[in-house]
């Protein structure tokens, strides 16, 4: 049962350089999120998907794109890499709750990203 | 708009003694609580939740979490830690309806001593 799966675990890329990171979910979830955590700032969100087809952006989405390319996955792209988007970035899932809300969203094992 | 503040960014135990992490939020409407673990090089995984009903929660590994309308506090507890608690800890509040976004509080890394 892999649950959510992150690809690649670390990346070194220089400034300006693109990059996309894969994510895929086993647990027929409708929801999809990434996220990046940085010391001290807990984890803010840069992109959700609340269903197929659908993307909105969350707290911090500039200089990221993303794609929801089918139920499963959920892609992060980084089209010219800046030294301030080092971080380790996290991909999350959730099924749907409840009274309209999410349950608790199940995360992947991150991608630590390092941009010179 | 939405946060979440916890209070205690670095605490430092010795085993067996006591836990308390404080976790406050900002947000008039109906709410569920999280707190997450994350042990060191690993994902984070989730402690316990409170969606509805008894306001006192209980989640894995002893820990639990007593959720406080009034004060808009959602406070961890654990009666004795072990070393194996070393970690870092997040609350994370998700508004009901809100499509399932969650806004994590800045963490509080736990070190505990053996």
């Known amino acids: 049962n892999a649950g959510v799966t992150q690809t690649p675990k670390f990346q070194v890329l220089k400034t300006g350089q693109s990059m996309t990171l894969q994510c895929a979910q086993d647990?027929?979830?409708?929801?999809m999120y990434w996220y990046r955590q940085d010391p001290g700032m807990g984890l803010r969100l840069i992109y959700y998907?609340?269903?197929?087809?659908?993307?909105d952006k969350g707290e911090v989405p500039n200089g990221y794109n993303v794609s929801r390319l089918n139920k499963r996955e959920f892609s992060l792209r980084l089209e010219s890499a800046a030294p301030s988007q080092t971080s380790v970035y996290f991909c999350?899932?959730?099924?749907?709750?409840?009274?309209?809300?999410?349950?608790?969203?199940?995360f992947g094992d991150g991608t630590r990203l390092s941009i010179l | 708009a939405q946060s979440v503040s916890q209070h205690n960014h670095h605490v430092i135990l010795s085993e067996a003694a006591s836990l308390e992490l404080g976790c406050n939020y900002s947000y008039g409407g109906t709410v569920n609580l999280f707190w997450y673990v994350q042990y060191p090089g690993q994902h984070l995984q989730l402690l316990l939740k409170y969606f509805s009903g008894d306001p006192l929660v209980k989640g894995i590994k002893g820990f639990e979490a007593e959720f406080i309308k009034s004060k808009f506090s959602f406070n961890l507890r654990k009666p004795s830690v072990q070393w194996s608690d070393t970690a870092e800890y997040f609350c994370a509040v998700n508004a009901q309806g809100n499509t399932g976004k969650l806004i994590f509080g800045q963490g509080t890394t736990l070190q505990v001593k053996p």
């Open positions: 647990m027929n979830h409708n929801s």
């Open positions: 999350a899932s959730s099924g749907v709750g409840g009274r309209g809300s999410n349950q608790p969203q199940h």
């Open positions: 998907s609340a269903s197929e087809g659908t993307t």
